[in-house]
């Protein structure tokens, strides 16, 4: 394992200094004298360095450079003017918060508009099994609405002027000269920022999540077909000739498809017959064309870990009608057996239901008893 060793240091400096001012407007010198501080931070890997120094060092440079902004912050002693830098910096914010406020809703809207549409005819479309995908559409454009007008509306740094404990060398109402504070001459005005950004992100979040759950009830309209034939012929779907996903199975000669769920009833074609698929089905549907004479039969079983010695596990033979099984249960091993054992809590119980294609030859030989080798109890 791959450790990682650090320390972390950090410091404050305090810094008293003296420094010429400069009126751009008047003209007028003065000196001032300043009383800042700064923070420093340093980090050094397995010991490396000289942190304390580092972070010092940083804290000193930090408080210098608070004294210079501080001072090029304060307004002039003799005209009580701003320099142009500062006035720029506060008319420029107030500019941008105009044009955010002007923009956003527009780039949002835009934006927006372009996702529904990329998404809404497949989403028509899709009417006839669910109206999930058009849910999801509709919600997915107002998050994108909401992100992209709480980034547009994003307020940025407000402009501030430093903190520090500043005086001027100037003549005092008294006639005397001495240390005197700036004049108190208000900052340029900018508009407060507002809280519709923050209203994008709560909006983002909220729509964010119904459409999040519509996705997921789209993704419940999907149903496997599973065709189980010892040739694996050629299957025709809805009039397409469909290819095998890919599935971890056990069971040789299983090939799954999927198809909508909905009111429209699935035909399905293979090894020269033509199956039409009940309606009806939660879980999905079986095709076996040939399966009595091919020897298959299909048996569900159920696995028990933990709990009681006593307790019986279930199984059940199922049998196709006209060449369909319909799926009444989801199962948590399809086409492969139970693992043999599984980790369980103390005192609790795991039930595992699987479904597998096997002989029918086989299963009246043994019975229809479930076979002693089957996965038992483990604790």
């Not at 008293?16 to 407007?25: N, P, R, S, V």
């Not at 934006?111 to 028509?124: D, N, Q, S, Y």
């Not at 010892?230 to 971890?248: W, Y």
């Amino acid at each position: 394992m791959f450790f990682v060793s650090y320390r972390t240091y950090r410091a404050t400096a305090g810094l008293t200094t003296q420094l010429e001012y400069c009126c751009a407007m008047c003209g007028t010198r003065a000196t001032a004298n300043i009383e800042t501080q700064g923070s420093g931070q340093s980090v050094n890997l397995y010991g490396i360095g000289n942190g304390a120094m580092s972070a010092e060092q940083g804290a000193q440079a930090a408080a210098r450079g608070n004294a210079i902004a501080a001072l090029q912050s304060a307004p002039c002693p003799r005209c009580g003017s701003y320099q142009p830098t500062i006035l720029q910096r506060f008319a420029h914010y107030a500019n941008d918060i105009a044009k955010k406020k002007a923009r956003a809703l527009p780039i949002a809207a835009v934006v927006a508009g372009l996702v529904f549409l990329a998404g809404v005819v497949p989403a028509i479309r899709d009417l006839k099994y669910s109206s999930a995908l058009l849910v999801t559409m509709v919600f997915t454009g107002l998050t994108v609405f909401s992100l992209v007008y709480a980034i547009a509306r994003w307020p940025g740094q407000r402009p501030m002027v430093p903190m520090a404990n500043l005086h001027f060398w100037w003549g005092r109402h008294d006639g005397s000269v001495g240390w005197t504070p700036p004049p108190h001459v208000p900052l340029p005005a900018i508009p407060m920022p507002g809280s519709t950004h923050a209203l994008g992100l709560a909006g983002m979040v909220l729509f964010g999540f119904v459409s999040l759950i519509a996705l997921i009830v789209y993704g419940t309209t999907f149903e496997n077909v599973y065709v189980v034939d010892l040739k694996d012929r050629a299957v025709v779907i809805d009039g397409v000739e469909v290819t095998p996903e890919p599935g971890d199975f056990h069971d040789k000669h299983v090939q799954r498809y999927s198809v909508r769920s909905g009111k429209q009833q699935h035909k399905v074609e293979t090894a020269g017959q033509t199956f039409l698929l009940p309606t009806n089905a939660s879980y999905g549907w079986v095709v076996a064309p040939e399966a009595p004479k091919d020897d298959v039969c299909f048996l569900e079983e159920e696995t028990v870990y933990g709990g009681s010695s006593n307790v019986k596990p279930g199984y059940g033979i199922l049998e196709p009608k006209g060449g369909i099984l319909v799926l009444n249960r989801s199962y948590d091993d399809t086409w492969k057996e139970s693992p043999k054992t599984q980790e369980v809590k103390q005192g609790s119980t795991v039930h595992r239901w699987s479904i597998r294609a096997v002989s029918c030859q086989g299963l009246e030989e043994d019975g229809l008893k479930r076979p002693d080798s089957s996965p038992g109890s483990d604790d």
